[in-house]
């Protein structure tokens, strides 16, 4: 019950997050893209922690069998965010 629970409560966060990226302060200081690439990690937490889980359901698995599950989900929406914060640095290395 606490697993489902936690896992509304992570995606309620992520919906906040995206409804903050359309904020003018956050809009202001060009922060949009990385509150969106925040949204959907969070939004993708949920799914590579339950293929982690299932990637390590075998009786054999190990630790690395669930992070292997975990990362190969959540790589994407990771470079995602990076992505958004080094062009933020960018833009404000170039704007001071």
Sequence with gaps: MYYYLLMLVIIVISIGLFWLA??????????????????????????????????????????????RGLIFIQVIPFLILMIGVLKWFKNSINNA
């Design 22 to 67: 359309g904020l003018p302060k956050i809009k202001t200081k060009n922060l949009s893209f990385i509150m969106i690439g925040l949204g959907f990690n969070g939004f993708t937490i949920p799914v590579s922690s339950f293929i982690g889980i299932m990637a390590a359901g075998a009786p054999n698995s190990t630790i690395f069998d669930f992070l």
